[in-house]
Each structure stands twice: as C-alpha cells, then as structure tokens.
C-alpha cells in the first residue's frame, strides 16, 4: 500500500543520528510520504553513511554530529540503547532552543530519565519513542519505506514533557504509517521485556546450545529446517544493539528469564515423569494463546 502524501511537511529540516534499519526507514517512509523537507544524515560509520545518500535514505551526510543538527528543526536518534545519552548530551549544545529530539531505543526508562532533564536544559523538548517493528537486519542498507506502515510505535511523554513536541512526534510516525500509542516508561520496558527482549535471549541461548553441542561428529546445524530457522531469525539481530537492551533493561528482562525457567522447568519435569496428559495440556493452552495473536493480528488489530 502506498503512503499517503501529506499536503504540507511537517518538518523543515530533519537530522538523523544513526542511519540504520530503524532511522534510515522512518526517513524512507516520511521522504515518500512529503513529511519532512530535508534530511541530513549522521552516523559514526562513515561507509554506511555515505551509502545511505547513494540509497537516498537520507539527502546529505553532514561531515560532524555539530553540522548535522545545527539546524535541524527536529532531530531522530537512531543508535544502539546504550549510545543516546553521550550522544544527546554531544549534540544539545548545538541545537536552536525549541528543537524538537526524539529517540526510536528499545528500552525507555533509563533513557528518559537521562535525556529529558538534559534537554530541558537547553531549552530544547524531549519525546521517548519506539517504534514496535523491525527485523534482524542492521545498516542503511536494510532500512525500507514501508516497514511502519500498519504498526505500533510507542511514545513515552512525563508530565515535563511539551504537548506540541508530542503532537509533532507522533504525527511523525502516523505520516509513515504507524498507530501511535502513549505509555508510561515502566510499563513500557516490562512489557517490552516479556514479548521482545525474551523471546531474543531465548533465541540466543538456544543457538548458542544446539552449535555447541557435541555428541556428534557432523554439523548438525546443517540439517536445521522451517522449526529450527522460524525460531532463530531473530538470534541474528545486531549482538551491540542486544547487549544494551539487556543491560539497559536488566530488571524486567531477569524477571522475564525467571519466569520462562519455572515454565520450561514444569515442561521438563512433565516429560521426566512421561505425563502425556500434562504435555497436552501445556501444548493446547500455549497452541490457544499463539493462535490467537495470529488471528487478532490477520483482523488487523
Ligand atoms: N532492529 C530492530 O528491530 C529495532 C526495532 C525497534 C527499535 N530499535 C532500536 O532502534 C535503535 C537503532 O536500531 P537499528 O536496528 O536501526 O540499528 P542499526 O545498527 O541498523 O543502526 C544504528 C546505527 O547507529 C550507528 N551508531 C552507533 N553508535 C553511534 C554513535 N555513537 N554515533 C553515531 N552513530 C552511531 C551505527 O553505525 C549504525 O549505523 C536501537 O536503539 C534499537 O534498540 C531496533
Ligand atoms: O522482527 C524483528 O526482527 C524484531 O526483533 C523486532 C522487534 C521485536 O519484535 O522484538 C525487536 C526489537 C524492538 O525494539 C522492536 C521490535
């Protein structure tokens, strides 16, 4: 389906910070949408930046994070969990008071608590968000314009928060195709916790234990089929973006791993006593739960 093009921009001139799958899509879907005039890239990686102006993911690559938001009337961090606060407090010195900063991390609290008090201080507004859609693919390289449309992205406003620096957000990610929720940075990382960030050290974790084991003299790896690879696609994700999830989100993601241990011991435990009616019971409630979010999501919901 085709974005819609909005009659006027929404935004003069827009930096991105960190031009990678998340980033570079927004920039993607907002340039087809009419949604932003100009965007300036910036990104550490200099060969991935130059490409995302070759695929025009972004329109310039500045030459420093300074030139890239000087004069940017909104500005999207883009980058690893553990990178948006050195790089906010880097670049808040050379925005124009009222500019507007947002961020796309997975993880919201500690990255609210840091950023928001920061930006306050250079006159500037600060809105937490997180767009609930990705793949395992990283770089601008794998970033593509309609990879919004139809989601969610999450936006975590505090009380300090300018009601103006909100409405410019999400009608940000609405002109590239998403639903726009707000949510309360808690919930949003224990929630996060139990459907993303447990399921992707659970993938990790079960790759890591197949390839290391050692009872046999062949690569049993090579015989892996449709089980085995639908769920491990995600234990292919980027391994610096998931080392800040965990440990920026450390708390709830343990919770989550204690919780998935006492289930996975019950599951051990039924098969050790060769309870087959405990078995099916087990399959049939968890077949229920999953074929359910299947078919909410086939409704559109
Ligand atoms: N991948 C997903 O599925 C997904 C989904 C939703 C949100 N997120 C979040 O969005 C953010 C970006 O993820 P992504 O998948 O686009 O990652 P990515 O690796 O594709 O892009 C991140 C870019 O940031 C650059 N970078 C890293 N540190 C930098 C620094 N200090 N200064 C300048 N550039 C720097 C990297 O070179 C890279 O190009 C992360 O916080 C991630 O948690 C990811
Ligand atoms: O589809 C994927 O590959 C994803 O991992 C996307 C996914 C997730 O659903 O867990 C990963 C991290 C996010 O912060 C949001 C979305």
């Not at 920039?27 to 930046?49: C, F, H, M, P, S």
């Not at 300074?66 to 009337?73: E, I, L, Q």
């Amino acid at each position: 389906m085709a974005l819609a093009t909005l009659q006027k921009p929404l935004c003069r001139r827009l930096a991105l910070v960190g031009v990678g799958l998340i980033g570079g899509s927004l920039t993607l879907a907002l340039k087809q949408a009419g949604a932003v005039g100009e965007v300036i890239g910036w990104d550490r990686d200099a060969v991935n930046l130059q490409l995302a102006v070759e695929l025009g993911v972004v329109d310039r690559a500045a030459v420093s994070l300074a030139t890239a938001v000087a004069d940017a009337d909104l500005v999207v961090l883009a980058l690893p969990v553990q990178a948006l606060a050195p790089v906010a407090a880097e670049l808040l010195p050379h925005l124009a008071p009222g500019t507007v900063l947002t961020d796309t991390g997975s993880v919201k609290e500690s990255v609210v608590t840091a950023i928001e008090p920061l930006a306050l201080r250079f006159g500037c507004h600060f809105v937490g968000g997180h767009p609930i859609s990705g793949t395992e693919r990283s770089g601008a390289v794998a970033a593509f314009a309609s990879l919004y449309q139809g989601k969610r992205c999450i936006l975590t406003p505090t009380s300090a928060t300018d009601g103006a620096a909100v409405a410019l957000v999400t009608a940000l990610w609405q002109a590239a195709g998403s639903a726009v929720v707000q949510m309360d940075v808690r919930k949003h990382d224990r929630i996060l916790a139990a459907i993303s960030h447990l399921p992707h050290m659970i993938a990790y974790a079960l790759v890591n234990a197949v390839s290391a084991y050692d009872q046999y003299p062949e690569n049993i790896l090579e015989y892996t089929a449709g089980g085995f690879r639908d769920f491990t696609r995600i234990a292919s994700s980027d391994p610096v973006m998931w080392r800040d999830i965990a440990l920026e989100n450390r708390a709830a993601v343990l919770e989550m791993i204690a919780q998935f241990e006492r289930f996975l011991a019950e599951l051990k435990g039924d098969i050790e006593r060769a309870d087959g009616a405990a078995l099916q019971a087990f399959f049939r409630q968890s077949k229920i739960s999953r074929d359910a979010i299947v078919q909410s999501a086939v409704r559109g919901e």
